[in-house]
């Protein structure tokens, strides 16, 4: 049995961040999970907003983590070389009740200590974001958008060359204790003994915490799903849009935000549903979608959409309930040693690295806990040739012809940066691990240029067999033989 200080049950934001926390220190960190990469749950499909923390209750820990995070998280963002843009966000009044509504949110915003929340005029909303409809509005700025697929591979990589362990498709299946205390989590690949439990395993959570002899937490899945636009739209929105708040919904709204890729997202829905994984898009939720958007920026046209996807909240408020329950982040009382994140729902990406401090300050109560003098907290992502001026590019092409390949061409997405893709530090080899880190099949194609070509590497270069390209994680095989 493999045995370590801390074990952490799941890689999303939430986990890469308490791994990235407490590998300052002199502990022995092990992470599983389930997936064959990170965020392979809640933290790859959201909105990618660092919110200000204004729609949160005050006194909650949802509205404290998050505008402390939002606080940090540029910062965090150049640290770790993670995209991020600050572009400010605007919510939007279509009569008096919805301007009522922003009143109160701005004196919510207020009261939790964001930053900078004004409402404006038709007139300055229009110079703030061009073609947005609507009477009025409330201006946010510091509101940002992120990569989180890129921050939690960043978090984790910098955890990894801290010297945290990371055990991919490791799904926990039992936890027992041994006499002295300690836990044994055992997954089917063996069994790991640990004397602190830290429970970030998301929709998971509330089955590991009753697993671990903790609290028995229901969570009720609500998903949000979402469309993709070309990046033709790109110049159509400067920044996040979202309708003023209304009371009793699961989500904020069905909103439009631009990437920092340079795409537009529409939504997410908010419906609750039976099954924890159902990631379906739906077409009635998905033309309630369009026609709210629509609303919001009458500019957009449904030839622009290029893909869809699906996200699930894990929460604590049941249906019938609705709106928000506060995260519970705390060492069970009646489990000595667990350490519960339980219903991390947005704004969890904001809030993870705050989320991640109090997770270490509730540690460093139980024990005392040593800072490494090696510890390296900047950590340097590969290449994004597409970023780079022509002069710079034209550099790179001499010093390596790799970078003069273009594999995706949507995306602009050289062969080197395939390569850096597929050499990452996990050795995670499935399409949507290429796709995250380098950017390629996210584009108009969807893939159909790129993908043969990726594939292609993976078996000439790198000796895979076709039968074991995977998407994701194991059961997402991608062919079975050879047409020809
Ligand atoms: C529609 C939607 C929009 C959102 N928008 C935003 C936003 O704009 N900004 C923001 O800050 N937040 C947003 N959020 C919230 C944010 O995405 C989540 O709070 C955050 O990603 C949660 O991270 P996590 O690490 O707790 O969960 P996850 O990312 O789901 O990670 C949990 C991990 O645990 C693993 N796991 C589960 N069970 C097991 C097991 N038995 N053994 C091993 N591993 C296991 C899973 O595979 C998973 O990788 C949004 C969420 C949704 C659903």
């Known amino acids: 049995m493999e045995r370590s200080d801390v074990v952490i049950i799941g890689a999303g934001g939430v986990g890469c961040a308490v791994a990235r926390e407490l590998s300052r220190y002199k502990l022995n960190i092990t992470v599983l999970e389930k997936e064959c990469d990170v965020a392979g749950g809640i933290s790859g499909r959201n909105s990618a907003v660092v919110h200000a923390g204004f729609n949160n209750v005050p006194g909650s820990l949802m509205a404290k983590l998050c505008v402390e995070g939002n606080q940090n998280f540029e910062a965090l963002c150049s640290e770790l070389d993670v995209p991020y843009k600050k572009t400010g966000k605007l919510l939007v009044a279509f009569d008096e009740n919805d301007m009522e509504s922003l009143r109160s949110v701005l004196a919510q915003g207020e009261a939790n200590g964001c930053k900078g929340l004004r409402l404006v005029g038709a007139d300055e909303m229009k110079d703030l974001a061009p073609g947005i409809g609507g009477i009025g509005g409330m201006y946010s700025p510091e509101t940002a958008v992120f990569d989180p697929f890129l921050y939690c591979i960043a978090l984790a990589e910098n955890a990894l060359a801290n010297g945290v362990q990371f055990r991919f498709n490791s799904e926990v299946i039992s936890i027992g204790r041994e006499s002295s205390g300690s836990f044994v989590v055992k997954t089917a690949g063996g069994a790991y003994g640990c004397r602190l439990l830290i429970n970030c395993a998301g929709l998971g959570s509330g089955r590991i915490s009753e697993m671990a002899g903790g609290p028995a937490y229901r969570l009720y899945p609500c998903r949000g799903e979402y469309f993709i636009l070309d990046k033709v739209a790109d110049d159509l929105l400067p920044m996040p849009v979202y309708p003023a708040p209304r009371k009793g919904i699961g989500g904020l709204g069905v909103h439009l935000t631009p990437t920092t890729a340079g795409n537009i997202i529409i939504g997410p829905?908010?419906?609750?549903?039976?099954?924890?994984?159902?990631?379906?898009?739906?077409?009635?939720?998905?033309?309630?979608?369009?026609?709210?958007?629509?609303?919001?920026?009458?500019?957009?046209?449904?030839?622009?959409?290029?893909?869809?996807?699906?996200?699930?909240?894990?929460?604590?408020?049941?249906?019938?309930?609705?709106?928000?329950?506060?995260?519970?982040?705390?060492?069970?009382?009646?489990?000595?040693?667990?350490?519960?994140?339980?219903?991390?729902?947005?704004?969890?990406?904001?809030?993870?690295?705050?989320?991640?401090?109090?997770?270490?300050?509730?540690?460093?109560?139980?024990?005392?806990?040593?800072?490494?003098?090696?510890?390296?907290?900047?950590?340097?992502?590969?290449?994004?040739?597409?970023?780079?001026?022509?002069?710079?590019?034209?550099?790179?092409?001499?010093?390596?012809?790799?970078?003069?390949?273009?594999?995706?061409?949507?995306?602009?997405?050289?062969?080197?940066?395939?390569?850096?893709?597929?050499?990452?530090?996990?050795?995670?080899?499935?399409?949507?691990?290429?796709?995250?880190?380098?950017?390629?099949?996210?584009?108009?194609?969807?893939?159909?240029?790129?993908?043969?070509?990726?594939?292609?590497?993976?078996?000439?270069?790198?000796g895979m067999k076709p039968e074991e390209i995977t998407y994701r994680s194991a059961g997402s095989e991608m062919f079975d033989g050879k047409v020809k």
């Open 269 to 462: 829905s908010a419906e609750y549903i039976s099954q924890i994984d159902d990631l379906s898009c739906t077409k009635p939720v998905m033309d309630g979608l369009y026609a709210e958007a629509k609303a919001l920026l009458p500019a957009i046209e449904r030839k622009m959409i290029i893909g869809s996807y699906a996200g699930i909240r894990p929460k604590l408020a049941p249906p019938e309930e609705g709106g928000y329950r506060d995260f519970v982040i705390k060492e069970e009382a009646n489990c000595p040693g667990l350490v519960n994140l339980i219903g991390i729902e947005s704004p969890g990406l904001t809030a993870s690295m705050p989320a991640a401090r109090m997770v270490r300050r509730i540690i460093g109560n139980r024990m005392p806990l040593e800072e490494k003098e090696d510890f390296v907290a900047a950590r340097k992502a590969p290449v994004r040739f597409r970023d780079l001026t022509e002069e710079e590019q034209a550099q790179l092409i001499c010093e390596d012809p790799e970078y003069g390949e273009l594999i995706c061409r949507c995306q602009k997405v050289t062969k080197r940066e395939i390569r850096n893709a597929i050499e990452n530090p996990f050795g995670a080899r499935s399409i949507s691990a290429i796709k995250y880190r380098a950017w390629a099949t996210t584009g108009r194609c969807n893939g159909g240029y790129c993908l043969t070509r990726i594939v292609d590497m993976l078996i000439h270069e790198y």
